[in-house]
């Protein structure tokens, strides 16, 4: 079993729709939860980043983490054509130190259809 | 305000070519510096990290080498390109001592070997 699990997508949905990405993980260790956002043949950039259990919003994107369930996702509200991206799940055991490193998921696709 | 510089955006190379990636950090002291790899439907790959000069921790045995001659300067390099040394190249920094907390990624290398 992989360590992260999202799904390959890809997601298509029309403007306006709720959009839910997943990830599921592994190891009940890890404790802090990121989402990126790429758009195409762009780095990465950090959307969202939460600690243990919970909900975090900010604008019209929501992160929830189910540390029990050992499931995070990312609700996109309104969704809007520049919402279009590639978003990568992340995840790490510890904040800092030598065996601090974030295990990413494989990212998933999103196309949204004017 | 920080910002992070990767050059080429775009490499085309023949197997056995030497390679020369470069990044630089603007705006911050002593980042943690980091090499990843995206290939295609495999998620970002950790190559190389770095916390200080001279000081360079790698992930995965392969045919790349990283240097960091000076504080906000990493370097990725190979002797002879592999076929397989195909991808998407992306740099990234983090705060000192928060490995983990951000990561702030460039806008990445596309790699073509031939």
């Known amino acids: 079993q992989k360590e992260v699990e999202q799904d390959p997508g890809p997601l298509s949905v029309p403007e306006g729709a709720i959009v839910s990405l997943n990830c599921t993980y592994s190891n009940s260790a890890f404790q802090y939860f990121m989402w990126y956002r790429q758009y195409s043949r762009k780095g990465p950039e950090l959307l969202m980043y939460t600690y243990s259990s919970g909900n975090k919003e900010d604008g019209r994107f929501t992160a929830q983490v189910d540390k029990s369930s050992k499931y995070i996702s990312l609700f996109i509200r309104d969704s809007q054509p520049s919402d279009s991206a590639t978003y990568l799940c992340?995840?790490?055991?510890?904040?800092?130190?030598?065996?601090?490193?974030?295990?990413f998921g494989k990212g998933i696709t999103l196309s949204v259809r004017p | 305000s920080q910002t992070i510089h990767q050059w080429p955006a775009t490499l085309v190379q023949p197997v056995g070519s030497p390679l020369s990636l470069e990044c630089t950090v603007e705006?911050?002291?002593?980042?943690?510096l980091y090499w990843y790899r995206q290939a295609a439907g495999r998620g970002l790959q950790l190559l190389f990290y770095?916390?200080?000069?001279?000081?360079i921790s790698s992930e995965v045995p392969q045919n790349l080498s990283a240097s960091r001659p000076q504080d906000r300067q990493f370097i990725l390099s190979s002797k002879k390109l592999l076929l397989s040394d195909s991808g998407f190249y992306l740099c990234?920094?983090?705060?000192?001592?928060?490995?983990?907390?951000?990561?702030?990624f460039g806008s990445g290398t596309q790699l073509s070997v031939l």
């Open positions: 990234a920094w983090s705060v000192p001592d928060r490995q983990n907390e951000k990561l702030f």
């Open positions: 770095s916390v200080g000069i001279g000081q």
């Open positions: 992340a995840m790490s055991l510890f904040y800092t130190g030598a065996n601090s490193k974030l295990t």
């Open positions: 705006g911050t002291s002593n980042p943690n």
